[in-house]
């Protein structure tokens, strides 16, 4: 059965820190990946496909990364406004389009 | 404005009534999704239909039905409410026939069931 584990739980940054987050996966032919935000009270949001390993994609201040095991979003000198649940997910090796999802970050960017 | 848009936003009834939620999408997708979130926020799908057609159906009680007239529309039919039915329902989107599964999600309905 397909899992994605995300690490941590919860992140709390100051303004400018940078950091980053994790998604391990076990998944069965990998199809691509997802990162999504998402904001209380709303649906997530897409951000980012990665389809194989070494890939990355980056919009404003975040970047995705994808290895054969896992993928890192690398958050730099974040803002306020990125404070967000990031959530990841992975299309089932079996189930037409089925995506697993992780439980999510929540990431706290104070002033 | 294209999107991915359902009603109602909020949902509350008592145990044991019937309710139904709608969702319909305006990016010519040919892929719908029913996800349910619980109160961890975990994600989880329920339902999927492709040009109208099931075809991912979860372990999900028989008091769910979706119904798509269309690829635009699915909507999700509650049978007998029960309290632990109470969480946030997302539906999404997704253009597969090119093999692209990346989903776009609609804003959520907030059921509580009392």
């Known amino acids: 059965e397909d899992q994605v584990t995300q690490s941590p739980e919860a992140l709390r940054l100051q303004e400018g820190e940078s950091s980053s987050l994790n998604c391990s996966y076990t998944?069965?032919?990998?199809?691509?990946l997802f990162w999504y935000r998402q904001d209380p009270g709303k649906g997530p949001e897409f951000l980012f496909t990665l389809y194989s390993a070494g890939e990355e994609k980056e919009k404003e201040r975040l970047k995705a990364t994808l290895t054969k095991k896992e993928s890192f979003l690398h958050i730099t000198a974040p803002k306020p406004e990125d404070s967000a649940t990031y959530l990841c997910a992975v299309p089932g090796g079996t189930s037409y389009g089925k995506l697993t999802f992780g439980q999510g970050t929540i990431l706290t960017v104070h002033p | 404005d294209t999107a991915v848009s359902q009603t109602p936003k909020y949902l509350v009834t008592q145990m044991g009534n019937d309710k139904s939620i709608k969702c319909e999408q305006n990016l010519g997708h040919d892929t719908m999704y029913w996800y349910k979130q619980d109160s961890k926020k975990f994600l989880k799908i329920m339902f999927s239909y492709n040009n109208k057609e099931l075809i991912i159906n979860e372990t999900v009680p028989n008091r769910f039905s979706p119904k798509s007239p269309d690829k635009a529309h699915l909507n999700l039919h509650i049978n007998s409410l029960e309290l632990g039915d109470s969480a946030v329902y997302f539906c999404?989107?997704?253009?597969?026939?090119?093999?692209?599964?990346?989903?776009?999600f609609g804003p959520g309905t907030r059921l509580t069931v009392t």
């Open positions: 998944v069965s032919g990998l199809r691509g």
């Open positions: 999404a989107s997704s253009l597969t026939d090119r093999g692209i599964y990346e989903q776009y």
